[in-house]
């Protein structure tokens, strides 16, 4: 039987999204400079955008009383990234649904019990919303919204013409994508943003070593435990040295590196290195998810009026159609 895992929002978490910016541009003169400006993709966690809305935002129900806070919240967010000077590509993923083929590798991981149906039954609706608002959309059912984020980070990461590629998410799975200036991740909340070095110099490791540390460490919120008495520091110091989890001596007297409870933190990675392997590849995330969009195909262009307004009533939105600085001509 599967292990239950409840999602709520962090305890450091607020309630409110930063106030979208209220400087209007002729729609001309938006797409010209789109087209005019350094290109930046901006890949969305949908699925961290939607929960956070649900757990950091006052409920609310639409005019048929389902509830809807979290739709709102989300497109509201959303609104204030599309007013950004800089954000010419955008998509977003979304766990369409929770469990993945990550829960036929390992038992524990993450499922959808104790997730709130009144948010589990959003995800449609979310979804919706995010593509009225103009934006290409990702749901994921046998892979992850983050295997997707990953997978068009390291796409269109390698496009000439991108000068940069910013997942949207504080979610530290993904700091293993982050590849120099490049490929960075910003924490839209804190107004935060990991390049390659803040990566090193927060969890001590570099990015293509985050998969190995979240083995070694343990990763709650998808539920796996990591291996006991490997903390981030000692796993930090080890995988500093020696980079991968098959790299690192079965023996501590070989390590050369100083740790606490080197003894201790080695029969344990002995008895349970399998497990540590396990737990690496459910922490790897996938970069062959087969998304068909092209660079041009996130180009935001604006949204789509028909159907945003159409989704603005279902919810009782009076807010977002209004301040839409950009309406798509098709």
Known sequence: MSKSRVWSRSEDE????????????????????????AMKVHLVDGTYEL????????????????EVGATRGLMRSLLGLLTGPDVTHVACAFDHVIESFRNGLYDGYKTSEGVP????????????????????????????????????????????????????TPDKDLAQCVRGTRVVMLDRRRRIVLDEGAVKAKFGVLPESMPDWLALVGD??????????????????LLTRYRRLEDIPSLEEGWGVNVRGAGGAGQV???????????????????????????????????????LEAVCAEIGETDVASRMPLWRES
């Open 51 to 66: 929960f956070r809305a649900h757990f950091g935002a006052p409920s609310a129900t639409g005019p048929d009383g389902r």
């Open 269 to 307: 990675l002995r008895d349970r290195r399998a497990d540590a392997l396990l737990y690496r590849r459910l922490a790897r995330l996938r970069t062959d998810v087969p998304l068909t969009e092209t660079l041009e195909d996130l180009r935001w262009c604006g949204s789509r009026r028909g159907e």
């Open 117 to 168: 149906r009144e948010l589990l039954g959003q995800f449609p609706l979310a979804e919706r919303a995010t593509r009225a608002l103009g934006i290409v959309v990702w749901p994921m059912v046998e892979f992850e919204a983050d295997d997707a984020l990953a997978t068009a980070a390291a796409r269109f990461g390698e496009a000439p013409e991108v000068e940069q590629v910013v997942i949207c």
């Open 220 to 237: 709650s919120s998808d539920g796996y435990p990591g291996l006991p008495g490997w903390g981030p520091k000692t796993a930090a110091a």
């Open 14 to 37: 607020d309630d409110t999204d930063p106030a979208p910016s209220r400087s209007r541009v002729d729609a001309g003169q938006r797409l010209l400079i789109s087209l005019l400006a």
